[in-house]
């Protein structure tokens, strides 16, 4: 596969005494299907970035660092291969009934039993957009590329990174075992084993992997002025209902995953906020309603869901300021 980001880890030569490189960072969250919002998002830029609609520049390439955790780490590892924004959308929309298929008593068999789902389609789907993904191995991918996932055998949350990043996987991990382990969900796929290590979903500990990429781009370009763009996947992070509360321990089982997960990504966003101000740092998140959350779900891909995740992602866009756009623009670009 041709390298898509020739030598864009080498700071330029002649740079006037004083002037920092500016390094562009992309995180993307997680959220199962709710991903197709960010796909959404990215294809939507995308076109707006390019002179040629019909010939668009792929969205990785205007980024130096891009990171992300759960369906973000599959869409990350996807832009860094030089995939484009609308294939993205495609094979999501096309595929995504498959990896998610309806089920009865769907929320009761993620409590008891097996997990529902089978990472199979979910390869599949990846070959597409990748189709050497089982060969190439993250630790000789050049673009600079961060998954998050958490090691079941040692507690920790445990960074992948390609062989620019001070991250690199010595493990031997190929794209797609990498992409399988920063994406198996608790309750919905099983555990991603590799070697004597097993792997689960990094959402349950970066869900929003934002400060996990502000970290790693400081160390890769420690005198550069870094940007970040984050995108959400219209998680509903607006709070929740006192009253609805759970008052017996088996039905905090899916309430308490969601907790931890939201509440680690509003801190991430809020930390990097400050960090880095309004000018280096720009979040394209939209939650739903109350009304549209209960049609969204992390496993629900059906024409709904995927009707009302398009709306959103439009919208989110469409109700930009022009001083927000100006921003926006100005990481990008």
């Given at each position: 596969?041709?390298?898509?980001?020739?030598?864009?880890?080498?700071?330029?030569?002649?740079?006037?005494?004083?002037?920092?490189?500016?390094?562009?960072?992309?995180?993307?969250?997680?959220?199962?299907y709710r991903g197709m919002f960010t796909a959404a998002v990215i294809a939507s830029l995308e076109g707006t970035l390019s002179a040629d609609p019909k010939k668009p520049i792929p969205f990785g390439q205007h980024f130096d660092l891009i990171a992300g955790t759960s369906i973000g780490g599959i869409l990350a590892t996807a832009l860094s291969c030089g995939?484009?924004?609308?294939?993205?959308?495609?094979?999501?929309?096309?595929?995504?009934?498959?990896?998610?298929?309806?089920?009865?008593?769907?929320?009761?068999?993620?409590?008891?039993?097996?997990?529902?789902y089978?990472?199979?389609?979910?390869?599949?789907?990846?070959?597409?957009?990748?189709?050497?993904?089982?060969?190439?191995?993250i630790g000789?991918?050049?673009?600079?590329?961060?998954?998050?996932?958490?090691?079941?055998?040692?507690?920790k949350l445990h960074l992948l990174g390609s062989q620019s990043t001070p991250e690199k996987d010595m493990l031997g991990l190929t794209l797609m075992d990498a992409m399988l382990a920063t994406s198996a969900a608790p309750a919905h796929f099983p555990?991603?084993?590799?070697?004597?290590?097993?792997?689960?979903?990094?959402?349950?500990?970066?869900n929003a992997p934002d400060l996990q990429a502000l970290q790693c781009a400081g160390k890769m370009f420690p005198d550069a002025e870094i940007q970040m763009l984050s995108i959400g996947t219209a998680n509903p992070l607006h709070g929740r209902d006192p009253s609805a509360v759970p008052g017996r321990?088996?039905?905090?089982?899916k309430p308490v995953i969601e907790l931890v997960m939201n509440a680690q990504e509003i801190l991430a966003v809020q930390e990097c906020q400050a960090k880095l101000g309004p000018s280096r740092y720009f979040r394209l998140n939209v939650p739903p309603s109350a009304a549209q959350?209960?049609?969204?779900?992390?496993?629900?891909?059906?024409?709904?869901?995927?009707?009302?995740?398009?709306t959103l992602a439009n919208d989110c866009l469409k109700s930009l300021s022009p001083a927000q756009k100006n921003e926006l623009m100005s990481i990008i670009r």
């Open positions: 596969m041709n390298d898509p980001f020739p030598d864009q880890f080498n700071l330029p030569p002649g740079l006037p005494p004083g002037v920092k490189k500016r390094v562009k960072v992309l995180s993307l969250s997680g959220g199962g995939v484009k924004g609308s294939d993205l959308l495609a094979i999501l929309e096309d595929q995504g009934g498959k990896i998610f298929p309806a089920m009865r008593l769907r929320r009761f068999r993620k409590l008891i039993g097996n997990a529902p089978k990472p199979d389609h979910l390869r599949a789907a990846i070959k597409v957009l990748i189709h050497d993904a089982d060969k190439l191995l000789q991918h050049r673009p600079g590329l961060l998954l998050t996932t958490v090691n079941w055998t040692t507690s555990a991603h084993a590799f070697k004597h290590h097993l792997f689960v979903d990094g959402g349950l500990a970066a321990g088996f039905q905090w089982a959350a209960k049609h969204m779900d992390f496993d629900v891909a059906n024409k709904l869901s995927t009707d009302l995740l398009l």
